[in-house]
């Protein structure tokens, strides 16, 4: 296989498994208010839910590296995929009584989602062309959103026409297909990995090291802490802030998350073509950081007067910034990590970035049962964007 067709092969297989991944873990979101009249609680506790997720992928992603190294990304990334199946498998069987199935079910997906990005990053460090780094990274992230764009489109027709559960079981069946999919290019794209590697608690913890002597890799780390928080909060909450404080139907507040999600593609594959070319990464993401703020303000005033196109373009702007952040991070980490380390880099990397999403949505829930609204919420995350972009560029400018 040449260079060329190697770049290209990983870059798809990653890009199609982050695909399937994120429509797993937003699943539960695009359906809240279906799925929170079957169990009998409220919709807004969906964040307890996503912060379940990110809580197991935050654990996760810091012990991938070894197996990574172990096993190789294409493995990993099949045994993440079989996971978040059976996690959104076991919710569309679980009984309206039993909610702790629900809560080990999204612990389980979480154990799937956590460790794809450092087994992505592992293969694309090594198979990437150099001059288009941040691009080739933008594009494998835009996974995230189109997986959670594809949900928003297609679960809640699903859903309407089968029911919930059915829509969750059709889900988990195209995962176990994807797995099979890509076995016959795991031993070409899993050559570098060493079967004798050595797995411990110890080797678990020890790339959080690397954050501390590294003063690039921290300042990335923090900053995607409350980036990846305002992103979660945009997706998990942005269907029923539409359903329940502007009047949304079910359907039009899912093609609005889809919006968001689609302009979250857009965004990555653009923000990473500017940092290859015009702008420092740093600047970039101090950029999106405040633009994603200004987009939450936004949100967090609207009324039922404003036109729903109105707010399906300002979810596309949100969804550009809040969202189009990760693959001009990821990019960075992977360029500052020593060679064929990435995975394990990336993976203490993303330790911070999951505990952001598990403080997040938690967060934006308790701040909206508390007010009985949820533009306090978007206000306050808004408000940890902007704060966060105006760190990074104060230790640029030191």
């Given at each position: 296989?040449?260079?060329?067709?190697?770049?290209?092969?990983?870059?798809?297989?990653?890009?199609?498994?982050?695909v399937?991944t994120?429509f797993a873990?937003?699943?539960?979101?695009?359906?809240?208010?279906?799925?929170?009249?079957?169990f009998?609680?409220e919709?807004r506790?969906?964040?307890?839910?996503v912060?379940?997720?990110y809580?197991?992928?935050?654990?996760?992603?810091?012990?991938?590296g070894?197996?990574?190294?172990?096993h190789g990304?294409?493995?990993v990334?099949q045994?993440?995929?079989?996971?978040?199946?059976?996690?959104?498998g076991?919710?569309?069987v679980?009984p309206?009584?039993?909610?702790?199935i629900?809560?080990?079910?999204?612990?389980?997906?979480?154990?799937?989602?956590?460790?794809?990005?450092?087994?992505?990053?592992?293969?694309?460090?090594?198979?990437?062309?150099?001059a288009?780094?941040?691009?080739?990274f933008?594009?494998?992230?835009?996974?995230?959103?189109?997986?959670?764009?594809?949900s928003?489109?297609?679960?809640?027709?699903?859903?309407?026409?089968?029911?919930w559960?059915?829509?969750f079981?059709?889900a988990?069946?195209?995962?176990?297909?994807?797995?099979?999919?890509?076995?016959?290019?795991?031993?070409?794209?899993?050559?570098?990995?060493?079967?004798?590697?050595?797995?411990?608690?110890?080797?678990i913890?020890a790339?959080?090291?690397?954050?501390?002597?590294?003063?690039?890799?921290?300042?990335l780390?923090?900053?995607?802490?409350?980036?990846?928080?305002?992103?979660?909060?945009?997706?998990?909450?942005?269907?029923?802030?539409?359903t329940?404080s502007?009047?949304f139907?079910?359907?039009?507040?899912?093609?609005?998350?889809?919006?968001?999600?689609?302009?979250?593609?857009a965004?990555?594959?653009g923000?990473?073509?500017?940092?290859?070319?015009w702008?420092?990464?740093?600047?970039?993401?101090?950029?999106?950081?405040?633009?994603?703020?200004?987009?939450?303000?936004?949100?967090a005033i609207?009324?039922t007067?404003?036109?729903?196109?109105?707010?399906?373009?300002?979810?596309?702007?949100f969804?550009?910034?809040?969202?189009?952040?990760?693959?001009?991070?990821?990019?960075?980490?992977?360029?500052?990590?020593?060679?064929?380390?990435?995975?394990?880099?990336?993976?203490?990397t993303?330790?911070?970035?999951?505990?952001?999403?598990?403080?997040?949505?938690?967060?934006?829930?308790?701040?909206?049962s508390a007010?009985?609204?949820?533009?306090?919420?978007?206000?306050?995350?808004?408000?940890?964007?902007?704060?966060?972009?105006?760190?990074?560029?104060?230790?640029?400018?030191?």
């Open positions: 296989m040449t260079v060329a067709r190697t770049a290209f092969v990983a870059l798809a297989a990653t890009l199609a498994i982050q399937y994120s873990a937003t699943a539960a979101a695009v359906l809240a208010p279906e799925i929170a009249r079957a009998g609680v919709a506790w969906i964040g307890a839910f912060g379940l997720v809580a197991g992928g935050m654990f996760a992603s810091l012990a991938s070894g197996f990574i190294e172990r990304s294409i493995r990334s045994a993440c995929v079989v996971l978040c199946a059976l996690g959104v076991a919710i569309a679980a309206a009584h039993a909610l702790a629900v809560a080990v079910a999204a612990v389980v997906i979480g154990l799937g989602y956590g460790p794809i990005t450092p087994a992505s990053s592992q293969l694309l460090q090594r198979t990437a062309p150099p288009r780094m941040a691009l080739t933008s594009i494998k992230q835009t996974g995230v959103p189109a997986g959670a764009a594809l928003g489109a297609l679960l809640p027709a699903l859903a309407l026409a089968t029911g559960r059915v829509a079981a059709i988990a069946l195209v995962g176990l297909a994807i797995v099979v999919i890509a076995q016959p290019i795991r031993a070409g794209l899993d050559a570098d990995r060493n079967p004798k590697g050595h797995i411990s608690v110890a080797s913890f790339p959080l090291a690397l954050l501390r002597e590294s003063r690039g890799l921290r300042d780390a923090l900053v995607s802490f409350a980036y990846s928080a305002t992103q979660m909060c945009l997706t998990s909450f942005l269907v029923v802030h539409l329940e502007l009047r139907s079910l359907v039009a507040a899912g093609l609005a998350l889809t919006s968001a999600t689609l302009g979250g593609v965004g990555r594959i923000w990473g073509y500017v940092a290859d070319r702008l420092a990464p740093r600047v970039v993401l101090a950029t999106i950081g405040f633009l994603a703020g200004l987009c939450g303000v936004l949100m609207a009324t007067t404003w036109s729903p196109v109105a707010i399906a373009v300002l979810a596309a702007l969804g550009a910034t809040a969202i189009g952040w990760n693959g001009v991070q990821l990019s960075e980490v992977a360029r500052l990590a020593p060679p064929g380390r990435a995975g394990k880099v990336t993976g203490a993303g330790f911070v970035t999951f505990a952001g999403v598990v403080v997040g949505p938690p967060s934006f829930a308790l701040l909206s007010t009985g609204s949820y533009r306090i919420g978007f206000m306050a995350f808004a408000g940890a964007s902007i704060t966060a972009a105006l760190g990074l560029l104060r230790r640029r400018i030191q």
